[in-house]
């Protein structure tokens, strides 16, 4: 079966750190771009971080810059997110989704449509 299931999401509080992994399983991620997205309650879904095939183009959504960091090991087909400095804002559940091919994340974020695979959400609560 091919998909993405995202992992790390837990309760933090303001200031602190999660990391937060998307790993794939029935294909190879190498040939893949990946992208969190997260879903605030009452907020549509928005972008927040993208990796292109290889790892060397990053995105971030201007909320996050500088506190946000993506990676990846293709080695261990997985995607991470770490977050740092967290805020309530950050409350959300992060999605992380899979598109086919080496012109994505390029010049900025993925879209939220036309992406080939979708996890079902890891929620992340950042709270006293």
């Known amino acids: 079966q091919l998909q993405v299931v995202e992992s790390g999401g837990g309760s933090v509080q303001p200031g602190g750190s999660r990391r937060l992994s998307c790993a794939a399983s029935?294909?190879?991620?190498?040939?893949?771009?990946i992208g969190w997205f997260r879903q605030a309650p009452g907020k549509e879904r928005e972008g927040v971080s993208c990796i292109n095939n290889s790892g060397e183009n990053t995105n971030y959504a201007d909320s996050v810059k500088g506190r946000f960091t993506i990676s990846r090991d293709n080695a261990k087909n997985t995607v991470y997110l770490q977050m740092n400095s967290l805020n309530s804002e950050d409350t959300a559940v992060y999605y992380c989704?899979?598109?086919?091919?080496?012109?994505?994340?390029?010049?900025?974020?993925?879209?939220?449509?036309?992406?080939?695979?979708w996890g079902k959400g890891t929620l992340v609560t950042v709270s006293p």
């Open positions: 989704a899979a598109v086919y091919g080496f012109r994505h994340c390029i010049s900025g974020l993925l879209p939220s449509y036309g992406l080939d695979y």
């Open positions: 029935g294909f190879n991620l190498e040939y893949w771009a």
